[in-house]
């Protein structure tokens, strides 16, 4: 039987809008190096994450990241700085799409490399992201 073509996506995936960093995978540094001026003195440049799933994020960027190119990214926690990270992993670039709002880019990427410590990371920012919805459609739900 032919394939349709349609994607299905495997988990269930959370419009955010958080801001974050990234930058080339060491495995892939001799393959990439940004121009001057493009990445931080440690090679982070800033994106804003606008979905996240259990399989990975997606950011939108002002810089072309290639498909099949390895990031590290780290997500800040934003309601408590002095408690680390909300995530910090290692994905691999799946999709490049341009917006149309501005000249920028929307990157899919796939979480690679996850040992326990991580897949329990990303595990908290989903049930963090499951209790917003939640709390979302009770507050939609008293107002009607």
Same mark, same amino acid.
């Given at each position: 039987?032919?394939? $349709?073509?349609?994607?299905?996506? !495997?988990?269930?995936?959370? /419009? %955010?809008?958080? =801001?974050?960093?990234?930058?080339?995978?060491? @495995?892939?540094?001799?393959?990439?190096?940004?121009?001057?001026?493009?990445?931080?003195?440690?090679?982070?440049?800033?994106?804003?994450?606008?979905?996240?799933?259990?399989?990975?994020?997606?950011?939108? $960027?002002?810089?072309?990241?290639? !498909?099949?190119?390895?990031? /590290? %990214?780290?997500? =800040?926690?934003?309601?408590?700085?002095?408690? @680390?990270?909300?995530?910090?992993?290692?994905?691999?670039?799946?999709?490049?799409?341009?917006?149309?709002?501005?000249?920028?880019?929307?990157?899919?990427c796939a979480f690679i490399?996850?040992?326990?410590?991580?897949?329990?990371?990303?595990?908290?920012?989903?049930?963090?992201?499951?209790?917003?919805?939640?709390?979302?459609?009770?507050?939609?739900?008293?107002?009607?």
């Amino acid at each position: 039987m032919p394939s $349709s073509g349609l994607i299905v996506r !495997r988990t269930e995936r959370f /419009e %955010i809008s958080l =801001p974050a960093r990234v930058r080339v995978a060491s @495995g892939c540094m001799d393959i990439v190096q940004f121009a001057k001026g493009i990445a931080n003195d440690e090679r982070w440049i800033e994106v804003d994450v606008v979905d996240f799933a259990q399989g990975g994020i997606g950011f939108v $960027s002002d810089i072309f990241f290639a !498909r099949s190119l390895d990031l /590290e %990214i780290e997500v =800040p926690n934003f309601q408590n700085p002095d408690a @680390g990270l909300f995530i910090q992993c290692e994905m691999q670039v799946k999709r490049v799409q341009m917006t149309d709002r501005r000249p920028a880019y929307l990157i899919g990427c796939a979480f690679i490399g996850l040992d326990d410590d991580k897949k329990s990371s990303i595990e908290n920012m989903i049930d963090r992201l499951r209790g917003m919805a939640d709390t979302d459609q009770n507050d939609g739900d008293s107002h009607a």
